[in-house]
T-cell receptor, first 113, second 112 residues
């Protein structure tokens, strides 16, 4: 597997502000992903974080709202911009270790008031 | 795109009984099917997976079966224990894309 950390683990933010979530993995990985898990729901892929190029976003998610950076093979950030209460969720990064197998970070619990 | 449906949404069993969770998928190109266990407040953990060239895979008390023709796969847990209580998610992806599409989840409760 992999040792994956996320910062912050949780935060409470005011509407209209932005929060940047960091994801760090202990070894180089080819692919990193960002997911959202709304309370009591399943996981939805936001985007694939590509090293050295723009992230690939899934339907319903846009770069202006969820800008993503991936400066190297062990680190990525997700920013949730201009937040509203509907953005309250758990945000998880995951990494691809071998073909198909993804491992998740501990998640960031975001509450927007 | 891929659509994964999971049933049942909740499942309650007595300790020692077996539990079965079923998933169907829509994209015939999908060829990798992992199962994740998520305990309350924790991250999803990969517990078992199966690839399309295999019909069944076992790991101690858990097993997964795959029927590619019918596009469904199932998780079987035998001799359930209270610590098996969690939410279980199935998922599907193509090995080329590596992007997972998750089912809606099953909340398994094992009563002691």
């Amino acid at each position: 597997s992999a040792v994956i950390s996320q910062k912050p683990s949780r935060d409470i933010c005011q509407r209209g502000t932005s929060l940047t979530i960091q994801c760090q993995v202990d070894s180089q990985v080819t692919m990193m992903f960002w997911y959202r898990q709304q309370p009591g729901q399943s996981l939805t892929l936001i985007a694939t974080a590509n090293q050295g190029s723009e992230a690939t976003y899934e339907s319903g998610f846009v770069i202006d709202k969820f800008p993503i950076s991936r400066p190297n093979l062990t680190f990525s950030t997700l920013t949730v911009s201009n937040m509203s209460p509907e953005d309250s969720s758990i945000y998880l990064c995951s990494v691809l270790k071998t073909v198909g197998e993804q491992y998740f970070g501990p998640g960031t619990r975001l509450t927007v008031t | 795109g891929e659509n994964v449906e999971q049933h049942p949404s909740t499942l309650s069993v007595q300790e020692g009984d077996s539990a079965v969770i079923k998933c169907t998928y829509s994209d015939s190109a999908s060829n990798y099917f992992p199962w994740y266990k998520q305990e309350l407040g924790k991250r999803p953990q990969l517990i078992i997976d199966i690839r399309s060239n295999v019909g069944e895979k076992k790991d101690q008390r858990i097993a997964v079966t795959l029927n590619k023709t019918a596009k469904h796969f199932s998780l079987h847990i035998t001799e359930t224990q209270p610590e098996d209580s969690a939410v279980y998610f199935c998922a599907a992806s193509t090995e080329a894309g590596n992007m997972l599409t998750f089912g809606g989840g099953t909340r398994l409760m094992v009563k002691p």
